[in-house]
């Protein structure tokens, strides 16, 4: 019994090369035989293109934001940033984000397809010369004791899963999904395990509005929201949304058998979509587009056992199916002229006003024009920004606690946590966004009763204890838009130099120089935060189906 039966796969596919596969008969039956090296062209080929294009029904989505009358006008500067961004990844120099992810793949190899040695080994082989040889980053720590960490230098290990495909008529393939998770969306999937009390409309719905409230933006949407209901285990239910959340298993039946077969429900994926758009979190700073579809997936469970499992593919939706056959190796064809989305628009077009702020000014001065500003205010930034992330707050933290001064570029700049990717020849940055500001949470109001980090930048929500520090000590957390890594990189950031912890990497202590860069003011002095209401749970339980 096959628990998530595919049907006919419509995937547009290009051909990379014929080289490297044969066919081969011994006795009465017919081989595939794949040569190493195909598999190793095939996994640096994929690597590259979903670090820089996009599927068309991503882009195209996209685009219908800016189309739709009820789109607020910061779900259509999302938007068009992220097209923007599209555009100038599309080039092959900027990849699409600075976090070029965890390389993932998944291979089904039929039952006549032959290779030598270790496929993980020659797949490993192309990953690792995409990282070396392209602009990405190396994001992977291996562990050298149980609390210390060294960053591989090649983005080494792959998480890389080959399974045997015993399907009729696909005994001459193997197939594949090539992935690239970056830590925000990897680190919104969730797995609950629930009871048999939720499946009833009233609570499902309920349970939802709270836990899809939480995942708030730090993974940069709009998402591809997957929702999975059952599952033999919790591990299976939390693959399942994965695979979801990259529309792999889109071709599922549509109804449920007492067969024991996962199906997809396309009524409860309409009524989630809307719940979605109620919350008023939009893409990221307010609206309509926190999702961009969704997918729910039920599939069959114990009768003691309930796990519900969720995921989401971000703004960066990198992912690419793949196939070698008889006829070469194919991977699928993503869109290499964004261009053709891009609507006819300018910023003086997005109904929005923008509020300038140059950042060269004494941190006093800037503190006091952010003060002006409402929640939502859209701002744009000109002059000198420090960045530091984890392991830089980490350091400082500790020369904090032995009794050191803060470093006074905390105290003089505003303060963007991020990473860089590697820069290109010629450029002045590599892709540069933001990063998950709620994982420096723990440090603000420490920082700040020190004399610096009052005003931050990075994507998504924070805290409590941030909208606290910010009002008892005069900070201010401003919100970049989590995604178009590229285009600031391009457009925005002018300079790129290491200002202390050099040894750190990517995770060094950077300054930067950045010219009309944009944020929104998010939590303010005064103890506002954007994101209080638009990520509350509701009180009521409001069945699903009920007028609205």
């Avoid at 303010?524 to 009521?540: H, Q, V």
Wanted: charged share 25%; with cysteine; hydrophobic share 40%.
């Amino acid at each position: 019994m096959d628990m998530l039966p595919l049907g006919e796969d419509d995937t547009p596919y290009r051909l990379l090369t014929s080289d490297g596969v044969r066919t081969e008969t011994l006795g009465d039956r017919t081989f595939l035989h794949v040569e190493p090296q195909a598999l190793t062209r095939l996994a640096f080929e994929a690597i590259k293109d979903i670090s820089h294009l996009l599927r068309p029904g991503h882009l195209r989505q996209l685009a219908s934001i800016l189309k739709d009358p009820e789109a607020s006008p910061n779900d259509r500067f999302v938007a068009l940033d992220l097209l923007k961004n599209a555009n100038v990844a599309a080039g092959g120099v900027l990849p699409m984000c600075q976090d070029t992810g965890t390389a993932i793949v998944m291979g089904k190899r039929g039952q006549q397809v032959l290779t030598e040695g270790l496929d993980e080994e020659h797949l490993s082989l192309g990953i690792y010369d995409a990282y070396q040889k392209l602009n990405l980053r190396y994001s992977q720590l291996s562990p050298v004791s149980m609390w210390e960490e060294r960053n591989t230098g090649s983005n080494l290990p792959a998480q890389i899963e080959i399974y045997s495909d015993t399907h009729p008529g696909h005994e001459l393939s193997y197939d594949f999904l090539f992935m690239a998770k970056g830590g925000g969306s990897a680190n919104k999937s969730f797995l609950y395990q629930e009871t048999a009390a939720l499946l009833n409309p009233a609570s499902f719905r309920t349970f939802l509005d709270e836990k899809l409230r939480s995942i708030g933006t730090a993974a940069c949407p709009p998402y591809h929201l997957a929702i999975v209901v059952g599952g033999t285990s919790g591990e299976y239910a939390l693959k399942v949304a994965k695979l979801a959340s990259a529309r792999y298993l889109d071709s599922l039946p549509v109804h449920g058998t007492a067969s024991g077969h996962g199906y997809r429900d396309l009524a409860m994926e309409a009524e989630v979509l809307a719940q979605t758009q109620e919350f008023g979190i939009g893409a990221q700073f307010g609206g309509k587009y926190f999702c961009h579809d969704v997918r729910v997936i039920r599939l069959p469970r114990h009768g003691a056992s309930c796990p519900v499992a969720i995921a989401v593919s971000c703004s960066a939706d990198r992912q690419a199916k793949a196939k070698i056959t008889a006829k070469g190796v194919f991977l699928e064809q993503l869109e290499t002229e964004p261009a053709q989305f891009m609507p006819e628009i300018t910023n003086d077009h997005l109904d929005d006003d923008v509020v300038r702020i140059d950042l060269d000014r004494p941190m006093d001065e800037v503190r006091a024009e952010l003060t002006k500003l409402p929640i939502r205010t859209r701002v744009s930034l000109t002059g000198s920004l420090v960045v530091a992330r984890d392991l830089a707050h980490a350091r400082i933290k500790a020369m904090l606690e032995r009794g050191e001064p803060l470093p006074e570029y905390l105290k003089k700049h505003a303060v963007y946590y991020a990473g860089p990717a590697k820069t290109p020849e010629g450029y002045a940055s590599g892709s540069f966004g933001p990063t998950t500001a709620g994982r420096m949470d723990s440090y603000v109001d420490q920082f700040q009763k020190a004399g610096g980090s009052f005003v931050m930048l990075a994507k998504g929500n924070r805290s409590k204890a941030v909208t606290q520090a910010c009002k008892d000590n005069g900070g201010f957390y401003l919100g970049s838009i989590g995604g178009p890594a590229a285009i600031l990189a391009q457009d925005n950031i002018t300079k790129v130099e290491v200002l202390d912890f050099p040894e750190l990497g990517m995770e060094a202590v950077w300054r930067i120089e950045v010219k009309d860069f944009p944020a929104f003011v998010v939590v303010d002095d005064k103890g506002n935060d954007f994101f209080a209401e638009t990520l509350r749970p509701i009180t009521a339980s409001i069945p699903v189906g009920a007028p609205r």
